[in-house]
C-alpha cells in the first residue's frame, strides 16, 4: 500500500523514457504547479502537525530552484556542465541522509539547522568552485564506459539510478516500508531522472510535479491511516466499520467477539502483555480467510462476512475460537532479572519464557431487512453475551 506514493515517480520515469515528446505537448494544468504543490503538502502537513514532511518539501524545493536557476542552459557550458555533473551527488547524498537519520523536532535550532541545510544548501551548487569539487566526486564518468561515451545516453548517470534505485526499493519492499518512506524515495527517482532527459523543455516542471504528487499521496495515505487503521493492532478500526456497515450487502452477517477474562489477565500479567494478545489476535483474525476483522475498541473486535449461510458461518467461528484457545502465547519476561546470575537461571530453566492461552467469546448474527448498523452490532452484542453467559469460550448464532 505504501508503494502507491512511488506511482507518479515511476509514470514520470516511464514516460520521459518511453514518449519524451509529450512533455512538450502536454501543457501543466495550473502555472506554477510545483509550488503551488508544495504549498499544499506544506498547509496539510502543518495542519496535521506532522512536521517532518516539511524537510522533504525543502529538499524538494531547494533541488528544483536550484535547477531552475543553474540547469536551464546548454550543457555545454563548462559551469552548466559542472553543475550536471555535481547535481546527482548531491541528489543522492542529500536525499540517502534525509531520509535515514533520526530527524529532528521543526521547531528546535536543530530542526531549523536541517531545515535550511537541505533547503538552501543546494543552491550553494551554483557557484563554481562548489560545483567543480563536488562533481569530481561524481561516478558518472566512471560508471560510463568509454565505448558509451558516443551515444549521447548518461548511461553512467543511468547505471547509478538503477544501482541505487534498485538497492533502496529493495530495503523499502523487505522492511514493509511506509508510503512516506517511499515517497523520499520517488522524489530521489523523479529528480534524477530529469538529469537523464535534462534537455526536453519543462522536463524539470514535471519531475518535480511526479515528486510533489508522490508527497501528496503519502501524505492521504498517512491521513487515511490516522483516521481508519487501528495502531496497535493494525485492523481497521470503528470508524471504518461504520461505514462498511452501512454499505452491507443484503446477504451478509456480523459477529462481535470479545477476550474472556481480559481484565484478570491485564491484572495479572500487565497492560503491556494484555498488549501483546491483542496484537496477536489483530494478527490471526487478519490472517484468517472469509470474513474482515475490525477493532471494535478496547478488547472487542468485529468481523464482517459477506454471505448469509447460517452453516458455513458457525464452522468459520468455531475455526477461529479454536485456534485463539489452542494458541500457546510465550510472554517475553516483562523486566529482566535483576542479577547476572539469577538471569543465567532463568535461562537454564525450560519454562522461563512462560506459555499460556486465552479464549475468546463470539456472538453473531445475520442480517435482516431494514437492517441498521446499530441494528445489527446490537443483535450481535446480544448474542456475545449470550455466549459469555453461557460459560465463554464459544460461538452464539441467532
Ligand atoms: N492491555 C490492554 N487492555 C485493554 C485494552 N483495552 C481494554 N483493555 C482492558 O480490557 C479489560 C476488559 O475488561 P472487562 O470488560 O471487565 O471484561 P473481561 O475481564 O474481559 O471479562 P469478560 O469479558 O466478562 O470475560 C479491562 O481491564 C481493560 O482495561 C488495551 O488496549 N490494552
Not at 541545510?117 to 563554481?128: C, D, N, R, S, Y
Amino acid at each position: 500500500m505504501g508503494f502507491i506514493a512511488a506511482l507518479p515517480a515511476i509514470l514520470w520515469a516511464l514516460i520521459a523514457w518511453l514518449y519524451p515528446e509529450w512533455l512538450t505537448q502536454i501543457q501543466l494544468p495550473v502555472p506554477g504547479a510545483v509550488s503551488v504543490g508544495l504549498g499544499i503538502v506544506f498547509l496539510l502537513a502543518a495542519f496535521f502537525r506532522q512536521w517532518h514532511w516539511f524537510y522533504w518539501c525543502a529538499w524538494v524545493g531547494g533541488s528544483y530552484a536550484t535547477i531552475q536557476l543553474g540547469l536551464q542552459q546548454p550543457l555545454a557550458q563548462k559551469e552548466v556542465s559542472q553543475l550536471y555533473q555535481a547535481f546527482p551527488v548531491w541528489l543522492s547524498v542529500s536525499a540517502l541522509l534525509l531520509a535515514f537519520i533520526k530527524k529532528p523536532t521543526l521547531l528546535t535550532l536543530k530542526g531549523a539547522f536541517l531545515f535550511i541545510v537541505v533547503g538552501i544548501l543546494p543552491l550553494a551548487l551554483l557557484l563554481e568552485p562548489v560545483a567543480n569539487s563536488v562533481a569530481t566526486l561524481s561516478p558518472v564518468e566512471l560508471l560510463t564506459l568509454p565505448d558509451w561515451k558516443d551515444t549521447g545516453l548518461a548511461v553512467g548517470l543511468l547505471l547509478w539510478i538503477v544501482a541505487m534505485g534498485g538497492i533502496w526499493a529493495t530495503f523499502l519492499l523487505y522492511k514493509g516500508s511506509s508510503s512516506f518512506a517511499w515517497s523520499q524515495w520517488a522524489s530521489w527517482l523523479a529528480l534524477m531522472v530529469f538529469l537523464l532527459v535534462v534537455d526536453h523543455r519543462d522536463a524539470s516542471t514535471w519531475a518535480s510535479v511526479a515528486a510533489v504528487i508522490g508527497l501528496l499521496l503519502a501524505l492521504a495515505d498517512q491521513m487515511l491511516k490516522l483516521a481508519y487503521i487501528d495502531e496497535l493492532t493494525g485492523l481497521p478500526q470503528r470508524r471504518a466499520l461504520v461505514s462498511q456497515l452501512q454499505h452491507l450487502r443484503r446477504r451478509s452477517a456480523v459477529c462481535m467477539l470479545d477476550v474472556d477474562y481480559f481484565k484478570k489477565f491485564n491484572d495479572r500479567y500487565g497492560h503491556e502483555v494484555g498488549d501483546q494478545v491483542l496484537r496477536l489476535l489483530g494478527s490471526i483474525l487478519r490472517e484468517h480467510r472469509g470474513f474482515k476483522a475490525y477493532r471494535y475498541g478496547g478488547e472487542e473486535f468485529t468481523l464482517v462476512f459477506s454471505h448469509s449461510d447460517p452453516d458455513k458461518l458457525k464452522s468459520t467461528l468455531e475455526s477461529v475460537r479454536s485456534k485463539v484457545a489452542n494458541y500457546p502465547l510465550k510472554l517475553r519476561e516483562p523486566s529482566r532479572p535483576d542479577s547476572k546470575r539469577k538471569g543465567k537461571d532463568a535461562r537454564g530453566k525450560k519454562d522461563a519464557a512462560k506459555t499460556v492461552k486465552i479464549t475468546i467469546s463470539l456472538g453473531a448474527t445475520l442480517k435482516e431487512p431494514g437492517d441498521t448498523p446499530d441494528s445489527i452490532l446490537k443483535r450481535a452484542d446480544e448474542n456475545l453475551y449470550s455466549a459469555k453467559k453461557s460459560g465463554r469460550n464459544r460461538v452464539v448464532l441467532k
